[in-house]
């Protein structure tokens, strides 16, 4: 911990106090404050623990949003109409964080920082008022914003990048007024995929745009081309190879011609929100994400950061990568919540393991794709099999493929993608852990995994895709 702050003056208009009361000139005792910069998971799960195992801190969390603790990851169900509302997505309300004691505030926004005096500068939204908050113990858990590259069109109302509930509540009225005939989604990864699928149930045609020669770069290209064809067959109209170049009222432009669209969803991926951390000083690494120690430590004295504003460690390659994942975002908000309250905990880094699905096909990878194995100096031996997520003979057996990279001569499990039917995409699951256990394919082979008829068959495709790769050593 660091010195307690004591006694503080607080400028007239300068600070808000939980109840809301404004413009006091006061003075104010307080035990050591917490303040926490992000109300969704990496904030709150850090709040959540500093409260639980602090009972003396004050905890404010400031929540440029209206919601907090919500599931971003829910979104492409909310749109495709699989759930009620948005009320669906959040997990525990500002409400219920009082209820522990935190002081949530929404419609805040932290504009600056100032780390030597030990101040935020916050603007209230609703008020449309500036003030500044002094703390003691700082948690950054701001987030990510949707990459939106410099191309004309982009700020029309009809363009939609999607990462908070606003977005998504934007999204949703917009889908909802114009009902779009003609969607464009920008980007093929996970995102783009599942609003994909979401506008596909929404009775929408939907066109996907690429630049890359495939879809999904977290995959291999050979495992792209897999995901590729389920789209298609999905309905899905995919143009890879066709960079967007502009937007306008109708039509979405791209290197490989127009293509109508009514509504357009960007999945380019996204960027840390780290400008506030890196405007104070705080160190940054991989594409401007803020970096961390494993205890989630910055490099500014008593300042945390979790979650997609920051970076992460690969454990398989052992660099430094950006992995904006909500997984990820809670287990690093839970290890930075025990540091700042005084205990122990560090963050083991990343397997990069992500599940999708895309209608009726699932897709799922961890670890190094081929080419990332190579870059980080591995030599590699890769293998493809086909298989069955049941017992071949079951009347629900769903095709499945798997690739299984692992390193020459040790036989070290370096990566797998799975793309299959219903079963395919959790047996990912299954090789991160042989990942974090640094385990052989011999390993693998030897696990004892469950197997009855409706589940696998007696070799597992995960324990098949090892057996094949053994000789190639
Ligand atoms: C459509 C979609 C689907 C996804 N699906 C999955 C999935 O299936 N699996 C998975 O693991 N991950 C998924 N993710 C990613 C996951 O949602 C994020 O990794 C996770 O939400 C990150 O949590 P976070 O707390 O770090 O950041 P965020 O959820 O971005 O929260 C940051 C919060 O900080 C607030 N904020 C930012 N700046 C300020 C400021 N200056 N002042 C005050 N408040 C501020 C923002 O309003 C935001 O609420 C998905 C994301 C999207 C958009």
Redesign the pocket.
């Known amino acids: 911990m660091v010195a307690r702050r004591g006694w503080q003056t607080v400028a007239p208009g300068a600070y808000e106090s939980s109840s809301g009361t404004t413009g006091r000139r006061t003075v104010v005792l307080m035990a050591d404050r917490l303040l926490v910069?992000?109300?969704?998971?990496?904030?709150m799960s850090a709040a959540a623990q500093a409260r639980r195992r602090q009972p003396e801190l004050e905890i404010v969390a400031?929540?440029?949003?209206r919601w907090t603790s919500y599931s971003?990851?829910g979104?492409?169900y909310l749109v495709g109409g699989a759930l009620d509302g948005v009320h669906d997505l959040v997990a525990r309300s500002p409400e219920e964080f009082r209820s522990m004691r935190i002081d949530v505030r929404t419609e805040?926004?932290?504009?600056g920082l100032d780390l030597p005096s030990r101040k935020a500068e916050v603007h209230n939204r609703a008020h449309g008022r500036t003030f500044q908050l002094g703390f003691d113990l700082l948690h950054i858990?701001?987030?990510?914003r949707p990459r939106r590259p410099d191309i004309p069109g982009l700020d029309l109302p009809h363009v939609h990048g999607?990462?908070?509930l606003a977005d998504a509540t934007r999204l949703l009225d917009d889908a909802r007024s114009s009902r779009p005939g003609h969607v464009v989604v920008a980007g093929s990864g996970?995102?783009g995929l599942?609003?994909a699928e979401a506008f596909l149930d929404r009775g929408a045609s939907v066109t996907v745009v690429e630049a890359a020669s495939e879809v999904m770069g977290t995959l291999d290209p050979d495992m792209g081309a897999l995901v590729a064809r389920a789209m298609r067959q999905a309905g899905v109209n995919v143009r890879t190879g066709a960079e967007l170049t502009g937007v306008t009222e109708s039509a979405v432009l791209t290197s490989v011609g127009e293509i109508p669209a009514d509504l357009v969803v960007l999945g380019l991926g996204v960027e840390p929100?780290s400008d506030?951390a890196s405007a104070a000083g705080i160190d940054t690494g991989v594409r401007g994400s803020i970096v961390v120690d494993r205890q989630q430590r910055t490099s500014a004295e008593a300042v945390w950061a979790?979650?997609?504003?920051c970076q992460s460690y690969n454990i398989v390659s052992g660099r430094p990568v950006h992995l904006?994942?909500?997984?990820?975002?809670n287990k690093q908000?839970r290890v930075a919540g025990i540091n700042i309250s005084g205990g122990y905990a560090t963050f083991p880094g990343v397997a990069g393991t992500?599940v999708?699905r895309i209608c009726r096909t699932e897709v799922g990878r961890t670890g190094l794709k081929e080419g990332e194995a190579k870059d980080a100096g591995f030599g590699v031996v890769a293998a493809r099999v086909e298989g069955t997520t049941t017992a071949a003979y079951m009347p629900d057996a769903q095709h499945t493929t798997v690739k299984l990279i692992a390193e020459r001569r040790t036989g070290r499990i370096l990566g797998a993608q799975i793309v299959g039917g219903l079963g395919s995409a959790k047996r990912v699951d299954v090789i991160a852990t042989a990942l974090a256990a640094r385990m052989t394919l011999d390993d693998l082979i030897g696990l004892d995994l469950g197997y009855a008829p409706p589940f696998s068959s007696v070799w597992d495709p995960v324990q098949v895709a090892a057996r094949q790769l053994l000789p190639q050593l």
């Open positions: 910069i992000g109300g969704d998971g990496a904030g400031l929540e440029m949003g971003a990851c979104i492409p805040h926004e932290v504009v858990a701001t987030g990510a999607v990462q908070t996970y995102v599942e609003l929100n506030l979790a979650g997609d504003c904006p994942l909500g997984t990820v975002a908000g992500a999708t």
